[in-house]
């Protein structure tokens, strides 16, 4: 069974800084591109970033870039996100998701259960 | 960037049919894809390709997409399809992946 577990998630302060964590099971993760998906509270779904399956390519959204950055330990099926200067509009839940290819396009086929970040004084 | 707009809701009696938008200049040339999220829980994937169902979603759930707009059909609806659905795409010219606003299905 495919498992996405994220952690890492807190309180804090405005200009600092958090690493998620996104611990996969159930599937060869040395095998497939992640993504992270940020929603905030009573908002819709964001993409934030995307890391291909060994680390070659990496995107990021405009709102994030230059602050984020997304990595992964394949050895240790993990995905994470280093995020700095935090603002309060980076309060979110944010979701890790496998991304699946074919034919010209990306799609999320699997989810984690989300860990929220809060950025308030 | 591109853009897909959904309407923020839809209301359906049980049993009824269920038809849930997502807009977007010459979307039929995209590929779309359907998320599902009930409150509290993560998305869950309905449709991909336009029109695919994944293993475990019922038939009930189908997808069509042409010209400027992608439909998410959800047939007999049920309480329990209850939900925010989301269309997503890639757009392939920025490399960035494009989420609709959503639209909150009530089952009156």
């Known amino acids: 069974e495919v498992q996405l577990v994220e952690s890492g998630g807190g309180l804090v302060q405005p200009g600092g800084s958090l690493r998620l964590s996104c611990a996969a099971s159930?599937?060869?993760?040395?095998?497939?591109?992640m993504n992270w998906v940020r929603q905030a509270p009573g908002k819709g779904l964001e993409w934030v970033s995307y890391?291909?399956?060994?680390?070659?390519?990496?995107y990021y959204a405009d709102s994030v870039k230059g602050r984020f950055t997304i990595s992964r330990d394949n050895a240790k099926n993990s995905l994470y996100l280093q995020m700095n200067s935090l603002r309060a509009e980076d309060t979110a839940v944010y979701y890790c998701?496998?991304?699946?290819?074919?034919?010209?396009?990306?799609?999320?086929?699997?989810w984690g259960q989300g860990t929220l970040v809060t950025v308030s004084s | 960037s591109y853009v897909l707009t959904q309407p923020p809701s839809v209301s359906v009696a049980p049993g009824k049919t269920a038809r849930i938008t997502c807009g977007g200049n010459?979307?039929?040339?995209?590929?779309v894809h359907w998320y599902q999220q009930k409150p509290g829980q993560a998305p869950v994937l309905v449709i991909y390709?336009?029109?695919d169902r994944p293993s475990g979603i019922p038939e009930r759930f189908s997808g069509s997409n042409s010209g400027n707009t992608a439909t998410l059909t959800i047939s007999r609806v049920e309480a329990g399809d209850e939900a925010d659905y989301y269309c997503?795409?890639?757009?392939?010219?920025?490399?960035?992946?494009?989420f609709g606003g959503g639209t909150k299905l009530t089952v009156l």
């Open positions: 390709y336009d029109s």
């Open positions: 998701a496998r991304v699946l290819y074919g034919g010209g396009t990306y799609y999320f086929d699997y």
């Open positions: 159930g599937f060869t993760f040395s095998s497939y591109s």
């Open positions: 010459n979307i039929g040339s995209k590929s």
């Open positions: 890391i291909s399956s060994s680390s070659s390519t990496i």
């Open positions: 997503q795409v890639w757009d392939s010219s920025s490399d960035y992946w494009v």
